[in-house]
């Protein structure tokens, strides 16, 4: 990771940045632009970014519902050429602080079952698998659920 990355929340400026790392990185259920907007404003969801230099180089996507101490990792992302330098653990970070901040106890998110590369960021960041979902995404592909106390 370079040293001049910071994280924070995302403005309204990011937005083309922000739809394209998500449509570049993910093959199916991406974000529309008017659902990234959205999350960009609503008080019920935190999106952060990853920024180095002018880039945008990764999001992360944290939703909250109203009487839950849950806070739940929607989605995050890094940019292909960024990828495996940490920048996917720092937002991992900041968004557990985001939920922590909004007094959630536990975080939680579904991963694909064949996206290895992610597991192993939730389990190295101290996630236990909770149960399977079979046909979870569009395409039919089965989702693993991890949460993690706060
Ligand atoms: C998953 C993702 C967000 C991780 O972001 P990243 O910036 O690459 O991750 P980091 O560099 O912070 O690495 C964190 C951990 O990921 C794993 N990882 C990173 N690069 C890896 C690679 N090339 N191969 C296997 N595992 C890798 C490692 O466990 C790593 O921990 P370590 O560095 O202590 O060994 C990113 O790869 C991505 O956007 N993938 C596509 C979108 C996606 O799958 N999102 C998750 C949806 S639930």
Redesign the pocket.
Known sequence: MTADLSIRMARLADLDAVEAIEWS??DSDQLARASLRRYMSVPSAAMIVAQEGAEIT?YALVGFRKGSKIGR?Y????D?A???????????EASESAATSRHCTSFA????AD????I??YE?NGYAMLGREDEWYEDGGAALRFEKKL
Do not use: D, M, Q, Y
Not at 82 to 92: I, N, P, T
């Open positions: 990185v993910f990764g990792l989605s995050i992302a890094v292909k960024r990828a495996g330098r940490g920048v996917g653990r720092a937002l991992l998110l579904e991963v694909r996206n290895p590369r992610a192993a960021l190295k």
